[in-house]
């Protein structure tokens, strides 16, 4: 059965509709009845996107507020992990006599096109030496992408130790060129992974007076304070 007719036997006055198609003809008639049909359908549709999007708002409200609220013990914890963090990295500052060191933590989970596993990062602590300027508040909310080092470190999953750029000038310039125009003479970097070896983050260790080859109790120093750090921020 034809719409039109569907509409002529469910209509108990059809007089005004066949004077309609008399004068303008079924195909006119027939184009505004399926504008008024169009018109409907896509506010039903809408209406059904509105009503998928706010479960899946709700569901996602659920999964990310499961009694995570800074109430009390858990902010005092917290407070007391962060305080201890930043007195590591101070630490190693100090001892490693180096000009920055750098906590980041990965969010936005998922993987992107090229396989990485997370999309962005946060500079959430950081050490610096004295007369170097400080970049943790420029350092949030960055994608990964935007630093081929970032993207090694989570691609490859080891350690980055680079004691002196220059002998990267000929070999790899991409990465010599990211360091140099940074004014960074010796870069480490490594992953801070959970408890069950899923990377929550990475540190690093920058060098800007002079190129500095941390020997080998020093990367045993470096790994450890990695996995001390993994402890205190782990969200598990």
Not at 84 to 99: G, S, T
Not at 169 to 174: G, S
Not at 187 to 203: A, H, K, Q
Request: with cysteine; glycine share 6%; charged share 25%.
């Amino acid at each position: 059965m034809s719409l039109l007719n569907v509409l002529l036997n469910t209509t108990t006055e059809v007089e005004p509709l066949l004077k309609l198609i008399d004068q303008y003809g079924v195909g006119l008639v027939a184009l505004v009845v399926l504008g008024f049909f169009s018109w409907f359908l896509i506010k039903f549709i809408l209406k059904r996107m509105n009503d998928q999007e706010k479960k899946i708002d709700d569901l996602i409200e659920k999964l990310t507020n499961k009694d995570d609220t800074f109430t009390g013990e858990k902010l005092d914890s917290f407070a007391k992990n962060a305080n201890k963090v930043q007195q590591i990295i101070y630490h190693l500052l100090n001892e490693f006599d180096a000009d920055r060191v750098s906590v980041y933590e990965y969010h936005n989970g998922g993987k992107t096109i090229s396989g990485i596993d997370f999309k962005k990062c946060s500079n959430t602590y950081e050490a610096v030496g004295k007369g170097v300027e400080e970049k943790y508040v420029e350092h949030q909310n960055i994608p990964i992408s935007v630093n081929f080092l970032w993207s090694k470190l989570i691609i490859d999953k080891k350690p980055i130790l680079i004691s002196d750029i220059s002998c990267l000038e000929q070999t790899d310039h991409t990465i010599y060129s990211t360091l140099k125009t940074q004014d960074i003479k010796s870069y480490y970097s490594r992953l801070i992974n959970d408890y069950n070896g899923r990377p929550i983050g990475f540190i690093v260790i920058y060098f800007q007076k002079g190129s500095v080859v941390l020997d080998n109790e020093q990367l045993k120093v470096f790994n450890d304070v990695a996995i001390n750090i993994a402890g205190l921020i782990n969200k598990d």
